[in-house]
């Protein structure tokens, strides 16, 4: 992990200057050249000796003495004031506080003006290039496709592997576990609150601090709601558990409208520069935070696999999930064994809401309903109560949901993947991995 974190920093290094920032002061010169003259632009730099400021250079037809104009901002990269413009100066001086008033207010506010300013330029934002190999186009839109399955999968797997956790320890669907996973999306963004008004802990400390507000969110909300509600009900009857969870859900749905507000959040992009994996007809471009979302989900999940299977941890949750009595006389409290199960699937769960708010920008307090139905659908694919099997269905679902919508139309996207699995449970009842009895089956055997 700590390897994925050092290469994230060193891809945020290659560039000197703030990707936002660059687009902005791009888009300020052409505001302020001269009147109808289209902007050339010759190179975007960091100004020597100011801190976070930028500078354009740049020419117009019929001038051929060199441009530029000066931006300087309110703060760099992961500080508040990334984005505010507070000094222009240009070839004909600085702008007045007037000046740059109206500039504010007529333009850089104005929905779409900055990248619609850029489209009129020569200027094309600063890229990582990882290779330079060539691929035929349908290859390369392919590769595109599947990093924009791996992305989808970070979010659906960690949550459909939650639901696995506690399926598999206790026999009971928890349907809240998607409003823990949006808990956990808004304490990344709490924690990307911190890290903006500490600007001296630098990326790799910022990006564990996201992570670990989080995580440490959802865990203690999941442990209170598991006091209250899971334990005590865990050896009721199904409909019970599920109808309680269910009413837990719209709960801490209602207490994140109350306490944040009804408005969707967005989040400023975090790590925001291409990466170009591949060049030819139809290149391959993730971020950085893609990027890194993808890499820290190809270490997690393996290694939480791993640790349920080898760990002595491991090794009492199969056994509480095998015979609760038998493990009790042999030392084991299942109680404890359910708490900490909770704790770990609401971290998961929390993975799934970071990953929902970093990568695709924006999250809001009603969420938690849909992405929690599509992970436990995962969750069932993969076979209930099956870890590895809940990791597949959360690759599954993302695959199809992202080749349909890349080779077909998107907007029959849900009906078709939907069609698409009633037709993998016809055929397996128990899902990809699912052993032992179906889960209806499971139901009619065990007493309610």
């Not at 956790?165 to 949006?182: D, E, N, S, T």
């Not at 698409?420 to 016809?426: E, P, S, W």
Request: aromatic share 6%; proline share 4%; glycine share 10%.
């Amino acid at each position: 992990m700590a390897l994925l974190f050092c290469a994230a920093a060193l891809l945020a290094a290659c560039s000197s200057v703030d990707r936002q920032q660059a687009r902005i002061c791009v888009a300020v010169a052409t505001a302020v050249a001269p009147a109808g003259q289209p902007v050339s632009i010759q190179a975007v730099i960091p100004l020597e000796g100011v801190s976070h400021a930028v500078r354009v250079n740049y020419t117009v037809p019929n001038m051929h003495l060199p441009l530029y104009v000066d931006c300087a901002f309110a703060g760099g990269t992961l500080e508040m004031g990334r984005r505010d413009v507070i000094g222009v100066r240009g070839y004909d001086g600085a702008l007045t506080e007037l000046q740059l008033l109206t500039l504010h207010r007529w333009f850089l506010s104005q929905d779409g003006a900055v990248s619609r300013a850029i489209a009129e330029t020569n200027w094309q934002a600063p890229g990582l290039q990882v290779s330079s190999i060539a691929l035929p186009k349908s290859v390369g839109f392919a590769l595109q496709q599947v990093t924009n399955i791996l992305n989808l999968a970070a979010l659906y797997s960690p949550l459909a592997l939650a639901f696995a956790l506690v399926y598999g320890l206790i026999r009971r669907i928890h349907m809240a576990f998607g409003q823990i996973a949006v808990i956990g999306g808004y304490g990344a963004i709490i924690g990307i609150v911190t890290v903006v008004s500490m600007p001296s802990l630098g990326l790799v400390s910022s990006v564990l601090v996201i992570l670990v507000m989080a995580g440490a969110l959802a865990a203690l909300w999941s442990w209170l709601v598991g006091r209250a509600v899971i334990l005590p009900l865990a050896d009721s009857p199904d409909r019970a558990f599920i109808i309680a969870t269910i009413g837990l859900g719209i709960a801490l749905s209602e207490m994140l409208r109350l306490t944040q507000g009804a408005r969707e959040i967005w989040v400023q992009p975090l790590l925001d520069t291409p990466v170009i994996l591949t060049q030819g007809a139809f290149p391959v471009v993730v971020t950085e935070m893609r990027l890194l979302i993808i890499g820290l989900a190809l270490v997690i999940l393996p290694a939480v696999l791993l640790f349920m299977r080898y760990s002595a941890f491991g090794r009492a949750w199969r056994a509480v999930a095998d015979d609760r009595v038998m493990a009790r006389l042999n030392g084991i409290d299942p109680a404890q064994v359910t708490g900490t199960t909770l704790v770990l699937a609401s971290t998961l769960a929390a993975g799934g809401g970071t990953v929902l708010a970093l990568s695709y920008g924006s999250i809001t307090y009603s969420m938690g309903l849909i992405i929690g139905l599509k992970a436990l659908l995962a969750s069932l694919v993969g076979g209930a109560g099956s870890l590895l099997g809940a990791v597949l269905g959360g690759l599954l679902i993302a695959m199809l949901e992202t080749l349909w919508s890349a080779y077909f139309d998107s907007s029959s996207r849900d009906i078709v993947v939907l069609g698409l699995l009633t037709l993998l449970f016809v055929l397996r009842p128990n899902g990809l991995l699912g052993r032992g009895a179906a889960l209806e089956e499971d139901h009619a055997v065990r007493p309610s």
